[in-house]
């Protein structure tokens, strides 16, 4: 029987729209589900902020009334403005090993995109840079974090197969945390402290790092202003973000680098990994996903770096080494042995060089791709 692609309409359409992924990765080990209530927030006008200046449409593709595959497309007005470029993004795109559903899916998007006015088509990529984004393809016999992708591996062959190029790699690394602070890590920190004006604040409670909020999202979009696919999040976005985010964080695992007016100047964010909790989870809150998210945060050993920020004017001047030397000490502290440094983008050399002072190993890659449209 032919694939069949519908445009996702209702609460129904909904539910199935979030929900396939846990059945096409049902037998896989290292796949990590998010939390369904979260995904269908993202798709919901009333709950996320996003779609104020996004038009979003979303498909899922049957065979013989059997869910095969689906995908999104996203229109970022936001981005058009700033970035003058009249580029949609697909995202969601999973489908079962079969090359015609994932060509089905593309086209429908595409499609989609040109009816609207687009030049191109770059993805996966969800609303924001803060989004999940990448294709993944190196690693996938390596868990996944919370925020990274995963996916098959022939996801790969039909994207590049159906005209799709290389936009945009980013790789991680898995850090062995040392037995003691790295000697050039804590000299440069030291150095950029003094040479700087600098200071770390102590902040026992997650409730204290509170005051920063504001600047903190202000500083986050400096910082990552000219990333691909970066876009400055609005006031609503940077509100629900710290509702969700902040009050689960751990000052331990969290440093705030200031000036010496006590302006933010940089953070490391850090946060236990929740990897095998969401997979006990299997997407679900209730009855007992609460517990497991709740025990990953407390005993853990593997901590996923978030965030790094650094002011564009303190760049290029060690701050980064501050951020390690005073996270380390509290890894160590709580037995952590391993963490993930989630995506890099690859032409961020910066970044990546300081990974050269601990035991790294680049064990995924990702990537995303465009499709330039011939009018």
């Known amino acids: ?28 080990q290292f796949y990590v589900p998010p939390l369904i209530g ?50 949609a993004r697909f995202s969601w795109f999973d489908f079962e090993n079969d090359a015609n559903i994932g060509r089905s899916l593309l086209k429908t998007v595409e499609s989609w995109a040109i009816s609207n006015g687009m030049d ?29 992708v995963y996916n098959f591996p022939y996801y ?27 000697e050039k890590i804590e000299r440069i920190a030291q150095i950029a402290l003094q040479r700087n004006q600098l200071h770390v604040p102590e902040v026992k409670k997650a409730k204290g790092m509170m005051e920063y909020k504001d600047a903190f999202f202000q500083l986050l979009n400096e910082a990552y202003a000219d990333l691909s696919g970066a876009v400055p999040l609005t006031s609503k976005q940077a509100s629900l973000f710290s509702k969700a985010f902040f009050k689960y964080l751990n000052p331990d695992y969290v440093t705030l680098v200031l000036t010496k007016d006590n302006q933010l100047a940089a953070f490391g964010i ?72 989630n995506q890099n983008q690859t032409d961020n050399v910066k970044v990546q060089a300081q990974w050269k002072y601990f035991d790294a190993r680049h064990h995924k890659t990702s990537r995303s791709y465009i499709k330039y449209f011939v009018q």
């Open 120 to 148: 191109a088509i770059y993805g996966p990529y969800g609303f924001t840079s803060f989004d999940k984004h990448g294709l993944l393809i190196k690693g996938f016999e390596e868990l996944t974090t919370k925020i990274a």
């Open 270 to 341: 850090t946060v236990p990994s929740l990897s095998r909790a969401l997979q006990k989870a299997r997407g679900k809150l209730l009855p007992f996903g609460f517990y497991h998210l709740w025990r990953a945060l407390k005993v853990n050993d593997t901590i996923d770096l978030m965030l790094i920020a650094v002011k564009p004017e303190f760049q290029n001047k060690g701050v980064n080494s501050i951020l390690f030397w005073k996270l380390i000490p509290n890894y160590i502290k709580h037995r952590i042995k391993y963490v993930e440094t």
């Open 38 to 87: 979260n995904e269908k927030a993202s798709l919901d006008p009333e709950k996320n902020p996003a779609l104020e200046f996004c038009e979003l449409a979303c498909w899922l593709a049957r065979k013989n009334g059997k869910v095969v595959g689906r995908i999104g497309g996203i229109i970022n007005r936001r981005e058009i403005e700033i970035k003058k470029l009249n580029h």
């Open 1 to 28: 029987m032919d694939i069949e692609i519908h445009e996702v309409k209702t609460k129904g359409d909904i539910d199935e729209f979030v929900r396939y992924p846990l059945r096409l990765y049902r037998h896989n």
């Open 156 to 182: 790969q062959d039909v994207i590049e197969q159906f005209g799709y190029k290389e936009k945009m790699d980013w790789v991680e690394f898995r850090i062995t945390v040392p037995d003691q602070i790295p």
